[in-house]
């Protein structure tokens, strides 16, 4: 388990900062932007968590991806691939697609793009879905310099389609939803 003792080290007051396997790197590294913009996403998911109204099923959906993120993180601040490490995995992947399929077997398809907001729920799940998507980015970017566990992309690229049904699901499951309306028909 992580015991915290000391939360200021100073050891990150000349711009770097120290990776999972103990390497030092500069904070603005493309690996520390990936595993940062994660924790962004997280805490983004925690405000979400806030404006749920009651909806159990949602928050526990969301308590789970909150931990799995916290393994995404863990994934992506250690190099390499290997299996050694805690890696996000393909079951957590399959979790969040079934999931999906789930909540999206109850909304009725879209006949339009829709526009972050209706509810506050639905407005943070957008939120949350696009600093996933910023994240899943980086992540990508970094994949085409470093080995990445494939599934960390995997796992992003799944969570911002979970996000986007979710928003519809707290719309009232698309009732609410915002539809966007096209320049040349305004």
């Known amino acids: 388990m992580v015991k915290l003792d000391v939360i200021t080290t100073r050891g990150g007051d000349g711009g770097e900062t120290s990776l ?3 390497s030092r790197v500069r ?30 099923l949602a928050d526990a959906m969301l308590a789970r991806i909150q931990n799995d993120l916290f393994d995404l993180g863990a994934d992506l601040c250690v190099p ?4 050694d490490r ?6 957590q992947c399959l979790r969040l697609e079934e999931e ?19 509810s506050a729920g639905a407005a943070h799940a957008h939120l949350a879905r696009t600093i996933t998507r910023r994240a ?9 310099q470093e080995d990445v566990n494939p599934d960390a992309i995997r796992y992003l690229n799944r969570l911002s389609d979970h996000l986007f049904v979710l928003s519809r699901r707290l719309n009232d499951n698309g009732r609410a939803d915002v539809a966007w309306v096209p320049g040349a028909e305004r």
């Open 20 to 22: 999972g396997d103990g």
């Open 27 to 56: 904070k603005d590294a493309l690996r520390v932007e990936a595993y940062g913009t994660v924790d962004e996403a997280n805490a983004a998911l925690g405000l979400l968590r806030l404006h749920l109204a009651g909806d159990r």
């Open 80 to 83: 390499g691939t290997g299996a």
């Open 86 to 91: 805690l890696r996000i995995s393909t079951a």
């Open 100 to 118: 999906l399929a789930e909540m999206n077997a109850a909304i009725a398809p879209l006949r339009s793009f829709v526009l972050p907001g209706g």
């Open 136 to 144: 899943e980015r980086l992540t990508v970017a970094l994949a085409a």
